[in-house]
């Protein structure tokens, strides 16, 4: 029976692949040698890192031999892998093409020549390594479920025909009607998604003579990964290999807010505005963090001289961080020198005043 059963799984494996929608992997041929490989699909999702490049990050992943499920009346003979297969690595780089927010590559399962002695289902368990990356986070599991489907091949030997891979050790059932091998909507890859952090920059003017219109300018140094990039407007920031990089912009209190975008929580940043102590402006540096209260940047007075005021340096952390450059201009009224001139004014009034009745009564008479 349970030849028989083998041999019928064997032969409807590819019409029952049809059945297994987006899980479905296909199988490539065997070439050189080996009995076969086999792909499965890695994501990066980007969706909450607008503005960033991908991030640089490998992924390796070790295969061990699944646990075996005898045949029943329903579901077909699930046998334990055998062999010694190898999985590919997936690297990710900042080169990377961004598609719907997402980047997908290909891991390939290679299986030795010689692997399989007989036709059949056998199940791998597949294993990903964890990334150093803590902006990186797994959407799912990082273990996978691989059956392969081995039959006999033309030459006398085996080859794979077709694969399916799973979240879960699912028990494929025959479908009622056409008796295919189904698994159910199971993932067919392994998903991660990568978050980037928000960076803006906001100028105030206070006081009686700030000027709202006039337009300071700004330098942002930031140090963090090498090779990163972000993003400001239509501008891309850059770190170099050494993870170092700048922006230079400028800001009005009438402008709209600088926003630089995709930025990883692991960056520090130092702002500086480049304001020549002879216009008379008190500067102040504060940030808030996310949903929090807005805190006060003390300024670096070591790097603080008569054309820059610099605010000691800052961590993103996982949090948009919103800083807001305050400068205030106050003159005070000249009251002294009023009240002076005042007696002044007085006197000439009145001698104006007389010299105007002295004129009347001289021309009456």
């Not at 926003?259 to 960056?267: A, D, L, N, Q, R």
Request: proline share 3%; charged share 15%.
């Amino acid at each position: 029976m349970k030849k028989n059963m083998i041999g019928r799984v064997s032969a409807m494996t590819m019409a029952g692949a049809m059945m297994f929608g987006g899980m479905q992997i296909p199988a490539l041929a065997a070439t050189g040698d080996n009995d076969g490989v086999v792909q499965f699909q890695k994501v990066l999702e980007m969706q909450n890192a607008q503005g960033a490049s991908v991030p640089n990050v490998t992924y390796t992943y070790s295969i061990s031999a699944g646990s075996a499920i005898g045949a029943t009346a329903t579901s077909p003979e699930i046998k334990a892998g055998v062999g010694k297969p190898t999985v590919s690595d997936v690297s990710y780089t900042k080169g990377d093409t961004v598609s719907d927010n997402e980047v997908t590559k290909n891991a390939s399962v290679t299986f030795p020549s010689g692997t399989f002695t007989a036709p059949g289902i056998y199940r791998y368990v597949i294993t990903e390594s964890a990334n150093t990356n803590t902006d990186i986070t797994d959407v799912d599991s990082n273990t996978r479920y691989l059956d392969v489907y081995v039959v006999n091949d033309t030459d006398g030997g085996y080859k794979i025909d077709a694969s399916v891979f799973t979240e879960t050790a699912v028990t494929p059932t025959f479908d009622k009607d056409t008796k295919q091998p189904t698994y159910g909507g199971k993932n067919s890859d392994i998903t991660d998604a990568y978050t980037t952090y928000e960076l803006s920059l906001d100028k105030v003017v206070e006081g009686n003579m700030g000027n709202k219109d006039q337009l300071f300018n700004f330098t942002i140094n930031f140090s963090g990964p090498a090779n990163t990039s972000f993003t400001f407007g239509d501008q891309q920031v850059d770190l170099d290999a050494q993870g170092n990089g700048s922006v230079n912009l400028q800001l009005a209190d009438a402008t709209a807010i600088a926003e630089i975008t995709g930025i990883p929580s692991t960056v520090t940043y130092t702002v500086t505005e480049n304001l020549n102590s002879s216009e008379g402006y008190d500067t102040t540096f504060a940030v808030k963090r996310g949903t929090g209260a807005s805190q006060g940047i003390a300024k670096d007075t070591a790097a603080s001289n008569s054309e820059k005021v610099t605010a000691t340096s800052q961590s993103m952390t996982k949090a948009d961080n919103a800083v807001v450059v305050t400068n205030t201009k106050r003159t005070v009224s000249p009251t002294g020198i009023m009240l002076s001139v005042t007696p002044y004014a007085l006197l000439a009034g009145l001698a104006s005043a007389l010299g105007a009745l002295f004129f009347r009564r001289k021309k009456l008479s």
